[in-house]
């Protein structure tokens, strides 16, 4: 059975600290990982996939398949980078997706 | 990628009634997935519904207590049956995009409290 782990419910962190939301994973076939973001009162959109190895938002994440983790991080946390932020395995042919329990990400000023 | 509403945004309901939940979505779509997030909770997939045959449900969901249905390629509804307040939630409504790598697309969610 597949499964995402994200293991801190509230992560809170100054203004320009850096940030490291972390994910793990379970998976015995070959996984296609994403963040998720869900900002106060809108609904739930891609933040980043690790199949793109893009940069949003300052955003980046790596997929390490030794470690089974795909973890979040940005070098200084923004006061707008605050709000839920979820890990999310795609699996199967029609796209299944398993979502960790996500992180509440709160950037102080 | 696709812009999806929902109806109703929110309802409060009576324990033993039934709620249906609609899902529009702006393009033609294969596939329409409904989940729940229960409240301090992650999203959990209830079913995936295919046009033109029965939804598929996950471990823990029946077709009883939520009928699924998928008249064609840009609608789907979902029903939370016999409510109670167990049932309080937030339900949403995503499509797939095509593709490896594709992400989903989210529905703003239906907002039920059954008192």
């Known amino acids: 059975a597949q499964r995402v782990t994200q293991p801190e419910k509230l992560l809170s962190v100054f203004k320009g600290a850096p940030v490291e939301l972390k994910c793990n994973y379970s998976?015995?076939?070959?996984?296609?990982l994403f963040w998720y973001v869900q900002y106060s009162r809108q609904r739930l959109q891609l933040l980043l996939r690790?199949?793109s190895r893009e940069s949003i938002k300052g955003f980046t994440a790596d997929l390490n398949k030794g470690e089974t983790s795909f973890h979040l991080k940005k070098p200084f946390a923004q006061e707008e980078d605050s709000a839920m932020y979820y890990c999310?395995?795609?699996?199967?042919?029609?796209?299944?997706?398993?979502f960790g329990t996500g992180t509440k990400l709160q950037v102080i000023p | 990628s696709a812009v999806i509403s929902q109806k109703p945004s929110r309802d409060i309901c009576q324990r033993g009634t039934s709620l249906t939940i609609q899902c529009q979505v702006d393009?033609?779509?294969?596939?329409m997935f409904w989940y729940r997030q229960q409240p301090g909770q992650s999203l959990t997939l209830i079913a995936t519904?295919?046009?033109?045959?029965?939804?598929?449900?996950e471990s823990g969901f029946v077709i009883d207590k939520f009928p699924i249905s998928r008249p064609n390629l840009t609608f789907s509804t979902l029903t939370v049956s016999n409510m109670s307040p167990e049932d309080s939630s937030i339900y949403l409504c995503?499509?797939?995009?095509?593709?490896?790598?594709?992400?989903?697309?989210f529905g703003p969610g239906t907002r039920l409290l059954v008192l």
């Open positions: 995503s499509v797939a995009g095509t593709g490896e790598g594709e992400t989903q697309y």
């Open positions: 998976y015995s076939g070959s996984p296609e």
């Open positions: 690790h199949i």
């Open positions: 999310a395995l795609h699996s199967g042919g029609y796209q299944k997706v398993t």
């Open positions: 393009s033609q779509v294969t596939m």
């Open positions: 519904a295919n046009q033109g045959s029965e939804a598929t449900y």
